[in-house]
């Protein structure tokens, strides 16, 4: 019973450097999403996705790009990683109802 | 747009304690509203909702209550344990026959420590 499982758990980048966080969700849910978590704002939206091959900005998209080939991955891509990248990232999925949430991404860029 | 605000934290309560943590959110419509809780090193996870107006979310002894009239959906618990420790966010969904492709509107979160 995986739900929502989000690869890698940390990471740490220098800054400039790219790297892609891979999301997966065995639902058949048709909507992911990606979030930052940082202290005191919460979770901000960064990008979505309502089907397969379709994608869209959230809330705070800058610096960042989304890719859906598949309907059960989402992922979430940083061209040239910023110290102000720094957080959690966290992908969730869901259908006409709650949320579902992987247990996110640590990720420090130096 | 839409908002969310949540009693500040962190809120500290002994063991058995009688837990409030506040939510209010804009009010353009009818949107569904949640509590996730988020336990250390964990993702969110869903805690309860509620689609419409005077509905009551519960689960784990936690309730809500949806209240149209003062936008509210303040997260309640008659007697807290070391183990609700976690954090708690509020959230609103988009109005109910709108598009909002299941997007939700975030809290900005409340920590909770239970002590024994």
């Known amino acids: 019973n995986a739900g929502v499982t989000q690869t890698p758990k940390f990471r740490v980048l220098k800054t400039g450097q790219s790297m892609t966080l891979l999301c997966a969700q065995d639902?058949?849910?048709?909507?992911m999403y990606w979030y930052r978590q940082d202290p005191g704002m919460g979770l901000r939206l960064i990008h979505y996705s309502v089907g397969e091959g379709t994608t869209a900005k959230g809330e705070v998209p800058d610096g960042y790009n989304v890719s859906r080939l598949k309907k059960q991955n989402f992922l979430l891509g940083l061209e040239s990683a910023a110290p102000s990248q720094t957080s959690v990232y966290f992908c969730?999925?869901?259908?006409?109802?709650?949320?579902?949430f992987g247990d996110g991404t640590r990720l420090s860029i130096l | 747009g839409n908002s969310v605000t949540q009693m500040e934290g962190p809120v500290t309560l002994s063991e058995e304690a009688f837990l409030t943590i506040n939510c209010t959110y804009t009010?353009?419509?009818?949107?569904?509203l949640f509590w996730y809780v988020q336990y250390p090193g964990e993702g969110l996870q869903l805690l309860l909702k509620a689609t419409k107006a005077d509905d009551k979310g519960s689960n784990k002894g936690f309730e809500a209550t949806y209240r149209k009239e003062t936008t509210s959906f303040h997260l309640e618990k008659g007697s807290v344990q070391v183990s609700d420790s976690a954090v708690y966010f509020c959230a609103r969904g988009g109005d109910a026959g709108g598009t909002s492709y299941g997007k939700l509107t975030f809290g900005q979160g409340t920590i909770l420590t239970v002590h024994p």
């Open positions: 009010a353009t419509g009818y949107p569904s």
């Open positions: 969730a999925s869901s259908y006409k109802g709650a949320q579902h």
């Open positions: 639902m058949n849910h048709e909507y």
